[in-house]
């Protein structure tokens, strides 16, 4: 008999695959099978024993099976060696498919390719001569392949599952797929409506139950309202004054029925897969006037608060018509809080050839969308300082060497310094257009409106505070969100700056000096401070100790003081001198704090803008890129967008921006890769900041 030691070598020069179980489960499922002790074999060996019927007779030996129990291991080894495990092999690329003569690994995005479980994954592996392994996950469409295989997790790899096909036939993939019940058919379609009131598909995201008084959208979770139907969930509705609408499912993953003041049944969005039985109905036709809480007078009687972006450039139109949605949101949620000779306009600040842009007795473009707003002109010295600073750095090298960007973004970003001279407004709201002033699926209108009543006099009696700000990950001061009060002063003092324009990547504007050397000492406006301590085993390094500022929008936890620089994001920009100007080198910024109600989302992070439409066709697109368009469009009602004709989607009467907005939904919803790019939404990370 051959000694285990040889036997093992003999079987370690044959072919290897990853092993899918340890040697522990090895030794349990021999001992529980078998009642013998295991050789030290790995569990890839044995399957490779179990397959070659050369190899398997000094595998019966050393282990003394008779011939009852080899048949036995050897047919419960074949099982589990095509058992499906939870994991992924690895990371592949979207429809990367590769050459299945040379390379080690390659993916079919499923949709494209007409796969529609793990059995036809398998049998397209089958086909691919590289291919041993594959990983499969419905919800990201993808079916990858693998030449080896060594199986991880984490929140990815858990929605994959990955098996051994080499060795295995079409037929057993084939037997296997007929054994599986068949697929929940999806009824939605674009603009379905069974009756005049019913249809299938959902209003929009909801993300909150809601205040039946003031709110026009929430969430019912159906077990904790013991919701079955959607008769039960349309008499629910009918106890909530703010209701007409409902959006039913009572799928595993949602048990949901969100409801609506308002709904367009011929606009509903696509579900995904997971939510594909919800549907909507029209429950009543008027609605409750929103109930106005009892509350203390306001200090000031009269308040002038300006919701302002800056928009510059043919790029950026389209982003109004979200943008502008959510500033009426806003004026819903303030206005109507019994804040008699209080006003909220949307301010746009553009350059001064837009006001010029127009064909003769038409609004200037920029309207179109939003004619509610007052275009401002940004003020020329501004302008005029920003060109100088930027071209000035430029032109000596100083230039971040992390965070490098083209000259006119920097240039158009340090124009917001324009808002501090907006003197007819006592509060401005600055929002970038890429972040939603007030976010339909998430903020309460009864919330946000108790909070403003109480914070904007809080600001006003504040004289020494201009700014109120949050930090991000990697600035100190974010410049797509925050609130100020106008002043000539601070407008006069950034003017300076930037005329002076001394700026480098150690020390700063005006070399102030490196972040961890400053006598930085942040606060939020009631003056409650934001600390942080220096560890003893790393006294470089801050860790964050006090402030209500959320879980990574700590001051004292950006780039600028782990790295204890000034190359973070836009350092040598907006955002730099923000943190310059109101934070050190005087005491006019406060921080707001995560636990108040108003928050803002933030498609933040790239280049593309969800709203533009790319030169080449939408199904070209990786899922990604999808994803973070169709994000963005779930969140505005296209059909009460702009002017009133928007009720027309599709006809050509809307407005040119909500018709590419309309039609690129459209799009993206009837991709045959939806089910994927929904998915892709919710592994997502959402920017979101605090306002207050």
């Known amino acids: 008999m051959q000694s285990r030691n040889s036997t093992l070598f003999q079987l370690a020069k044959m072919e290897k695959l990853n092993p899918l179980m340890d040697k522990a489960s090895l030794d349990l499922f ?3 099978n078998f009642s013998i ?8 060996e044995v399957f490779n024993s179990a397959l070659a019927p050369a ?13 009852e129990q080899s048949a036995r291991l050897r047919a419960a080894l074949g099982k589990a060696r095509t058992t499906i495990r939870s994991g992924t092999c690895g990371i592949t690329e979207d429809n990367a498919i590769g050459d299945c003569e040379r390379d080690v690994q390659g993916s079919w995005t499923t949709a494209l390719n007409g796969i529609k479980d793990l059995e036809d994954c398998a049998l397209r592996c089958l086909a691919c001569n590289r291919c041993r392994w594959i990983s499969y996950s419905a919800d990201f469409g993808d079916c990858s392949w693998f030449h080896s295989c060594s199986l991880s997790y984490g929140i990815v790899g858990n929605r994959f599952h990955s098996v051994l096909v080499s060795g295995t036939v079409v037929e057993y993939w084939k037997q296997q797929k007929a054994l599986k019940p ?26 909150r139950e809601g205040q039946c008084e003031t709110d026009d959208r929430g969430s019912w979770n159906v077990d904790k309202h013991h919701i079955t139907s959607m008769d039960e969930c349309a008499a629910k509705c009918r106890q909530c004054a703010r209701c007409a609408y409902v959006s039913l499912s009572l799928a595993a993953q949602h048990r949901d029925c969100s409801w609506y003041s308002e709904c367009d049944l011929r606009d509903l969005r696509r579900p995904p897969r997971s939510g594909i ?16 809480e009892s509350r203390a007078t306001a200090v000031h009687s009269s308040v002038r608060i300006a919701v302002a972006t800056l928009a510059v450039g043919s790029g950026a139109r389209c982003g109004l018509v979200r943008w502008c949605q959510g500033v009426r949101r806003l004026q819903l949620a303030i206005e109507r809080q019994d804040l008699v000779g209080w006003s909220v306009v949307p301010v746009i600040l553009v350059r001064k050839k837009a006001l010029q842009d127009k064909a003769e007795g038409a609004a200037p473009k920029y309207m179109r969308d939003c004619p509610e707003a007052q275009l401002v002109p940004i003020a020329s010295e501004v302008m005029s300082a920003a060109k100088h600073c930027v071209r000035k750095l430029d032109a000596t090298g100083a230039i971040p060497s992390r965070a490098y960007s083209p000259a006119w973004p920097r240039i158009i970003n340090l124009c917001k310094w324009a808002l501090f001279g907006l003197h007819t407004f006592d509060v401005v709201f600055y929002v970038d257009l890429d972040a939603d002033p007030m976010p339909a699926a998430t903020e309460s209108i009864g919330l946000v409106g108790n909070l403003w009543r109480t914070m904007v006099p809080r600001l006003l009696q504040s004289k020494d ?6 930090a991000d990950s990697m600035s100190p001061v974010h410049g797509g969100v925050f609130l100020l009060r106008p002043s000539q002063q ?13 700026w480098n990547g150690t020390h700063g504007w005006n070399h102030i000096g490196a972040p961890r050397a400053l006598d930085f000492l942040p606060g939020h406006l009631d003056g409650a401070p934001i600390r942080a301590r220096y560890k003893r085993i790393a006294p470089s390094w801050p860790t964050p100790v006090s402030g209500d500022v959320g879980g990574v929008q700590h001051a004292f936890s950006t780039d600028a003081f782990r790295l204890n620089d000034w190359e973070f994001w836009y350092a040598h920009a907006d955002q730099g001198l923000l943190w310059y100007e109101l934070f050190l080198r005087s005491q006019r910024g406060v921080y707001s704090r995560w636990s108040t109600a108003h928050k803002i989302s933030h498609e933040w992070g790239g280049n593309e803008k969800p709203w533009v439409v790319p030169t080449r066709p939408l199904s070209s697109l990786p899922v990604h890129q999808l994803a973070m368009r169709l994000r963005f469009l779930q969140g505005i009602d296209l059909w009460s967008a702009g002017s009133s004709n ?47």
């Open 490 to 502: 601070v407008l006069a003092d950034g003017l300076r700056t930037l005329s002076t324009c001394v």
């Open 37 to 44: 002790e295991s050789s030290p074999w790995s569990v890839e």
């Open 182 to 207: 068949k697929p929940a058919v999806d009824w939605w379609r674009p603009g379905r409506m069974d009756s005049p009131q019913w249809a299938p598909g959902l209003c929009g995201p909801t993300d």
């Open 30 to 32: 021999l001992r529980q």
């Open 55 to 67: 190899a398997w007779a000094p595998l019966q030996s050393v282990f003394k099976l008779d011939g």
């Open 465 to 470: 505070v201009h700014l109120v700000a949050t």
């Open 277 to 292: 039985d919800y549907n909507s109905t029209r429950v009543r036709q008027t609605l409750a006037v929103p109930v106005n």
């Open 646 to 692: 928007n009720s027309s989607l599709g006809s050509g009467t809307a407005s040119e921006c909500v018709e590419l907005l309309w039609r690129m939904r459209r799009s993206i919803e009837e991709d045959v890769r939806f089910d994927a790019i929904a998915h892709r939404i919710t592994m997502m990370p959402l920017a979101r900041f605090t306002v207050w």
